[in-house]
C-alpha cells in the first residue's frame, strides 16, 4: 500500500471515470452550473463587450468614475438591471435574473458591480422594499433608467455596524408638514457612501424619525442632493472620500444635512407613517422589530454582494489555472522538458482546493438566490423562511467574501511576479473585492447575526431585546429549546459516539459521512454555546454584557459550521441535479475536495473533540493531496464549467502559449 494511499484503508473509493469529459457530460456540468437563471447568463455573456474586464487601474481616478458611469449608462439601456422590479413599473418582477446579473459582473468589473449595485440594488431596493405606491410611480422608473442616480446613505462615520444607533435626525414639523434633516456632528456625518461624490442627485437617508417630541427609531427619508446642475442643494454639504484601496470606479462620499427641509411624504412609509398632525403609525408595534423588518427587506444587496465576491473569486481561479497550465520551471529528471507548474503537487494545493471551494459556494449561492425570489414573489409572508433567508444570506455573504479575499491572494501567489502586474488583472481584483468583507454588513457582525438565529426564533420573541435581554432571553428560553432538541436527536449519543477511534474505518467519500460530520460539528458547537450562555447567565450578578462577549469566539463558530452545511447541502443536491454519470462523478470528486479540504483546515478542532483521531486526521491530509493529484488534469474543464468566456479573462499570462 503506497503512503500517498494509505487512506484507502479507510474506506473504498467507487471507481471514478472521469477522464476527459464528452460533450454531452460537458454540457450537463454547464447546465447544472449555470442553474435557474442560465437565460440571464447567456444574455450577460453575449452582450457584455470584453474590454469591461480590463484592468483599468493605470487611469485617474476621475477617468475610472467616468468609465464606470459609462458603463452603467449602457447597462441601464439593457433590460438586465430593470429585471428585478416590479412589472407596473417597467420591471419583470425578476429578483433571482438580477441577482444573477451582478454575480455577473462580480466576473468583470468590480466598480461597475458596485455602482449598479448603489444604483438599482441599494438605491432602488430601498425605494421599492421601503416606499409605497406614490414613491415607487413616482421615482422606481427614472431610477431604472439611470436618469435619477441615488444614494444608500446609511453608514455614519461614527456608526457603521451598529444601525440602530445612527444620529441623524428627520424631525417632522407640524406647522409646516415637512420633514427637517440635521446632522448634529461630524460624527453622523454620512460617511463612505456610493454615488455621493459625484453622480448622486438624491438619497435614502437612514435618520431617527422624531414626531410630536418622541423618537420612533431608524427610518428611511428620501432628501434630494444636488440640483439638475449637479450642485449641492441648499443645506447639503458634501465631500469625495478620495482615493481608496480599490474600487476607484465608485465615488464614495461623506454628507452633512443643515436642517434640510423635505416634505412629509418623502418619508419611505410602508412600515411607519406620520400623518399630517405628526401622529406616528407602523403596522409594526415593537420598535426593534419594525428596524430589524425594515433591514430585512434590502436583504437583495447582501445576496448580491456575497455572489459578485465569489465570481471575482472564479475569474481569478480562471486566471491562475491557465497560468499554472501554461507556466514551467525547473528540469524535470530524465526528460528535456520542465515541469509545468500545475504538476507540482503545492501549486494543486493552492489552486485546486479552492476551486472547489468555488463550486460549492456557487450552488449554495444559486439555492440562495432561488429562495430569494421565491419568498420575494411568492405573494405570502412566511416570517420564519424570510427570516431563515436573512440569516442565510448573512452567513453566505460572509463566508463567500472571506474566500474571495484567501482565493484571490493565493491566485496572485500562484502567478508569481507576473501576478503582481496590472496587466494580470489579479491585482485589480484583489484590491476592488478587499472591502467586500465589510460593506453591505461587515463579516464578523454578520456571522454573530447567524449565531444568534440559530439560537432564536426571531419571529416570536424579537422584541425589545437589548444585549442584556438577549442573554437572559437564550439563557431562560431558547438554550432549553436548543438543548432539547439536539438531545432528542440524540445530543448524548453523540458525544459519547466520539469517542477516539469511532471513526476509523470510515469511508472518507462517503457522501452521507460527509453530511453527518457537518452536522454533527454544527450541532455540538451550537449545544456548547448555548450551555455556556446559560451557566454565565445562572451566576450571580453575572456581568450580561461580559456573558455574550465571552462566548464570541464559540458564535463565530458556531456560523462558520452552520454555513459550510449548508453549503454542503447545496453542493448534493446540485451533484443529484445532474443526468449525465460522467459529470455527476466528476462533480462528486470536486465535493469530497471541498468537504475533506474544510475538514482539514478544522482538524484541530475535529481532534480536540475527538471526532478525529490523529490516524484519521492524518488520512484527511493525504486524501486531500489525492484528491489534488486526481483532479488535476480537470483543472481547466473544471474552469471551463463555470462558464466564463476566454475574452473575459483579460490577463496576458491566462494566454494560452504564455509562460
Ligand atoms: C468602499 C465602501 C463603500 C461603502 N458604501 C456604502 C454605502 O453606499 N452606503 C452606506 O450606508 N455605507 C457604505 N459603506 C459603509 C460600510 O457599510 C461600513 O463600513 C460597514 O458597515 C462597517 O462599518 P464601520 O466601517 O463603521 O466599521 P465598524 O462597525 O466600526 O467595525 C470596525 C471593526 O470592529 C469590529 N466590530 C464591530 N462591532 C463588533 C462586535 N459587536 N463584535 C465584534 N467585533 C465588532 C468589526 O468586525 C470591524 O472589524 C461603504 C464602505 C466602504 C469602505
Redesign the pocket.
Known amino acids: 500500500m503506497g503512503e500517498g494511499r494509505a487512506w484507502l484503508l479507510v474506506g473504498n473509493i467507487a471507481a471514478m471515470d472521469v477522464d476527459q469529459l464528452g460533450p454531452d457530460a460537458f454540457a450537463d456540468l454547464r447546465r447544472v452550473v449555470d442553474g435557474r437563471w442560465a437565460d440571464v447568463r447567456a444574455a450577460v455573456r453575449e452582450q457584455l463587450p470584453p474590454e469591461w474586464c480590463r484592468p483599468v487601474g493605470d487611469l485617474d481616478r476621475e477617468a475610472q468614475r467616468a468609465v464606470t458611469l459609462e458603463r452603467a449608462k449602457v447597462l441601464a439601456g439593457w433590460d438586465l438591471p430593470r429585471r428585478g422590479f416590479e412589472k407596473a413599473y417597467g420591471g419583470e418582477d425578476d429578483i433571482g435574473g438580477s441577482m444573477t446579473l451582478y454575480e455577473m459582473l462580480g466576473l468583470v468589473d468590480l466598480s461597475l458591480m458596485?455602482k449598479a449595485g448603489?444604483q438599482w440594488g441599494?438605491f432602488g431596493g430601498a425605494l421599492q422594499a421601503l416606499g409605497t405606491r406614490k414613491h415607487h410611480e413616482r421615482y422606481l422608473p427614472q431610477m431604472m433608467t439611470l436618469e435619477l442616480p441615488g444614494?444608500?446613505?446609511?453608514?455614519?462615520?461614527?456608526?457603521?455596524?451598529?444601525?440602530q444607533s445612527l444620529r441623524t435626525t428627520a424631525t417632522y414639523d407640524v406647522e409646516r408638514q415637512d420633514f427637517v434633516i440635521c446632522t448634529p456632528d461630524d460624527d453622523a456625518r454620512?460617511?463612505?457612501?456610493?454615488?455621493?461624490a459625484r453622480d448622486g442627485r438624491i438619497a435614502v437617508v437612514?435618520a431617527q424619525l422624531v414626531t410630536q417630541g418622541e423618537s420612533h427609531g431608524v427610518h428611511a427619508v428620501l432628501v434630494p442632493i444636488r440640483d439638475e446642475r449637479g450642485e449641492p442643494c441648499p443645506g447639503v454639504r458634501i465631500e469625495d472620500?478620495g482615493h481608496?484601496g480599490?474600487?476607484n470606479g465608485?465615488d464614495?462620499g461623506r454628507i452633512w444635512f443643515d436642517d434640510v427641509r423635505v416634505p412629509r411624504d418623502a418619508l419611505l412609509d410602508r412600515y411607519g407613517q406620520v400623518a399630517a398632525d405628526g401622529t406616528y403609525s407602523s403596522p409594526v408595534e415593537s420598535r426593534s422589530q419594525r428596524f430589524f423588518t425594515m433591514l430585512g427587506a434590502l436583504v437583495r444587496g447582501r445576496v448580491s454582494v456575497g455572489g459578485a465576491a465569489a465570481a471575482a473569486a472564479q475569474a481569478s481561479l480562471a486566471i491562475a489555472v491557465e497560468h499554472g497550465e501554461n507556466r514551467t520551471q525547473f528540469a524535470r529528471p530524465g526528460s528535456d522538458g520542465e515541469v509545468t507548474v500545475l504538476d507540482y503537487l503545492a501549486h494543486q494545493r493552492r489552486l485546486l482546493p479552492a476551486l472547489a471551494t468555488s463550486y460549492a459556494l456557487h450552488f449554495a449561492q444559486g439555492e440562495l438566490t432561488s429562495d430569494l425570489h421565491d419568498v420575494q414573489t411568492g405573494g405570502t409572508d412566511d416570517d420564519a423562511r424570510q427570516r431563515e433567508l436573512e440569516s442565510r444570506a448573512a452567513g453566505l455573504k460572509a463566508i463567500s467574501t472571506w474566500h474571495a479575499t484567501a482565493t484571490i491572494q493565493g491566485c496572485r501567489e500562484a502567478c508569481g511576479g507576473a501576478g503582481y502586474l496590472s496587466v494580470n488583472r489579479l491585482v485589480q481584483l484583489k484590491a476592488d473585492s478587499d472591502?467586500f468583507t465589510?460593506?453591505?454588513?461587515?463579516?464578523?457582525?454578520l456571522m454573530?447575526l447567524v449565531a444568534k438565529s440559530m439560537l432564536t426564533s426571531y419571529r416570536d420573541h424579537f422584541g425589545e431585546l437589548d444585549t442584556m435581554g438577549t442573554v437572559r432571553f437564550l439563557a431562560d428560553q431558547v438554550v432549553e429549546t436548543v438543548l432539547e432538541k439536539t438531545s432528542a436527536r440524540g445530543l448524548v449519543d453523540r458525544l459519547a459516539a466520539a469517542a477516539p477511534g469511532r471513526d476509523d474505518d470510515v469511508n472518507l467519500l462517503d457522501r452521507d459521512w460527509q453530511r453527518e460530520l457537518f452536522e454533527w460539528r454544527e450541532s455540538h458547537v451550537v449545544a456548547g454555546l448555548a450551555r455556556r450562555l446559560r451557566r454565565a447567565a445562572k451566576g450571580d450578578g453575572a456581568d450580561m454584557f461580559e456573558a455574550v462577549?465571552r462566548v464570541?469566539a464559540h458564535s463565530l463558530r458556531a456560523a462558520h459550521a452552520h454555513v459550510h452545511r449548508l453549503v454542503l447541502e447545496a453542493f448534493s443536491a446540485a451533484i443529484d441535479r445532474c443526468d449525465d454519470e460522467d459529470a455527476k462523478a466528476l462533480l462528486g470528486r470536486v465535493c469530497d475536495l471541498y468537504v475533506l479540504a474544510e475538514v482539514e483546515s478544522d482538524r484541530g478542532w475535529f481532534l480536540e473533540h475527538g471526532r478525529l483521531t490523529p490516524a484519521l486526521a492524518k488520512a484527511v491530509g493525504r486524501a486531500v493531496d489525492d484528491l489534488c493529484r486526481d483532479l488535476r488534469p480537470h483543472a481547466r474543464t473544471l474552469v471551463a464549467g463555470l462558464g466564463i468566456p476566454k475574452e473575459w479573462l483579460a490577463a496576458e499570462v491566462a494566454k494560452a502559449g504564455s509562460s
Open positions: 458596485v448603489v441599494l444614494c444608500f446613505a446609511m453608514t455614519e462615520s461614527g456608526h457603521g455596524s451598529d444601525v454620512k460617511d463612505y457612501i456610493g454615488n455621493a437612514f472620500c481608496k480599490g474600487l465608485v464614495n472591502v465589510t460593506f453591505e454588513g461587515d463579516n464578523t457582525v454573530q462577549n464570541q
